[in-house]
C-alpha cells in the first residue's frame, strides 16, 4: 500500500502563497491536486503526466503550478496570488506502480 503524506496548507492572506507537498512511499508516474470547497464537489486544480506534461483547471492557470520530483517521490503545488475562493481542502492523487492513492487532505484558508 502507497502511503502519501501531504504537507503545506495553512492560513494565508488573499494575494499570498502557499506550496503544497505530496511525499509518496515509492516511485510516482503521474500525480494531480484536487480540491473541494464546503458543499462543493471534489474538482482537479492541476495534473502533471510521467513525462511531465501538465494541465490546470482554468480558475487557477497562471497562478498556480504544479511540479514533481522524481527521485524525492514528491509531486508539489505552488500557488500564487491566491483568492479567498481557493479556500477548500487540497488532495493529492498519486499514480504509481502499485496504483492510485489519495492523501489525507490539507487545509488551505485564504483571508479576505
Known amino acids: 500500500q502507497v502511503q502519501l503524506v501531504e504537507s503545506g496548507g495553512g492560513l494565508v492572506q488573499a494575494g499570498g502563497s502557499l506550496r503544497l507537498s505530496c511525499v509518496a512511499s515509492v516511485g510516482i508516474n503521474a500525480a494531480g491536486w484536487y480540491r473541494q470547497a464546503p458543499g462543493k464537489q471534489r474538482e482537479m486544480v492541476a495534473v502533471?503526466?510521467?513525462?511531465?506534461?501538465?494541465n490546470y483547471a482554468d480558475s487557477v492557470k497562471g497562478r498556480f503550478t504544479i511540479s514533481k520530483d522524481n527521485a524525492k517521490n514528491v509531486v508539489y503545488l505552488q500557488m500564487n496570488s491566491l483568492k479567498p475562493e481557493d479556500t477548500a481542502v487540497f488532495y493529492c492523487?498519486?499514480?504509481?506502480?502499485?496504483?492510485?492513492?489519495w492523501g489525507q487532505g490539507t487545509q488551505v484558508t485564504v483571508s479576505s
Open positions: 492523487n498519486v499514480k504509481t506502480a502499485l496504483g492510485t492513492s
Open positions: 502533471i503526466t510521467s513525462v511531465g506534461n501538465t
